[in-house]
């Protein structure tokens, strides 16, 4: 079944206490990105991907870091969360090549920085 | 800095009545426009998109348009029926400036009464 899983998808964690959620998806996409989730302000994208090894930032990429090492996987790593870090986090994958571009999401990452 | 700006951020209809959703966009880059539908608690979904070669595209009973030259596309709904209800988002990406952000619009709570 094609689809992007990313985990975990729910997360209480502490101030300052690094944290990692994964995302990977089997459809082969040269595209994948990450967004943020809240009440009002829609999707917005942290960071995105058009292939390996590059990464760009989106709208809101400050206190997240990304890598993209390997075709599949593209984790996203909150190395000191503070509690404004607090959302829901959508990874989604696409093929870019054709000039649509299609986003299947992941189920969503709820994170809570305490 | 390329945004979406998206009108209305509610929208109660009758069921059987149409709804109409409008966005705008800033980066004339842009050239692919998607519609995303987003239910309570899932992931947002694809319905519709259209390339900024194309004026109109349908399906079914929803339709997109856009208007290059003013930067607006629309997203019609016909015939709404309950299971219409839900969050839509549109959405601007585009390949010709060299950037490949993904940016969506802050959404549109749809809620069709019986």
């Known amino acids: 079944e094609a689809q992007v899983t990313q985990n975990p998808r729910y997360l209480i964690t502490v101030t300052g206490k690094k944290l990692t959620v994964t995302c990977s998806q089997n459809?082969?996409?040269?595209?994948m990105s990450w967004y943020r989730q809240d009440p009002g302000l829609g999707l917005r994208q942290i960071y995105y991907?058009?292939?390996?090894?590059?990464?760009d930032k989106g709208d809101v990429p400050e206190g997240y870091k990304v890598s993209r090492k390997e075709k599949r996987n593209f984790p996203l790593i909150l190395e000191s969360p503070s509690p404004n870090q607090t959302s829901l986090y959508f990874c989604?994958?696409?093929?870019?090549?054709?000039?649509?571009?299609?986003?299947?999401f992941g189920a969503g990452s709820r994170l809570t920085v305490l | 800095g390329e945004n979406v700006e998206q009108h209305p951020s509610t929208l109660s209809v009758q069921e059987g009545d149409s709804a109409v959703i409008k966005c705008t966009y800033s980066?004339?880059?842009?050239?692919?426009f998607p519609w995303y539908k987003q239910e309570l608690g899932k992931r947002p979904q694809l319905i519709i998109d259209?390339?900024?070669?194309?004026g109109e595209k349908k399906d079914q009973r929803i339709a997109v348009t856009l208007n290059k030259t003013a930067k607006h596309f629309s997203l019609h709904i016909t015939e709404t029926q309950p299971e219409d209800s839900a969050v839509y988002f549109c959405?601007?990406?585009?390949?010709?400036?060299?950037?490949?952000?993904?940016?969506f619009g802050t959404g549109t709570r749809l809620k069709v009464l019986a």
């Open positions: 989604a994958s696409g093929r870019a090549a054709s000039g649509a571009n299609v986003l299947t």
């Open positions: 459809m082969n996409h040269e595209y």
């Open positions: 991907s058009m292939n390996v090894e590059v990464t």
């Open positions: 980066d004339s880059a842009s050239n692919y």
């Open positions: 259209i390339r900024s070669n194309v």
């Open positions: 959405a601007a990406w585009g390949t010709t400036s060299g950037t490949y952000k993904y940016i």
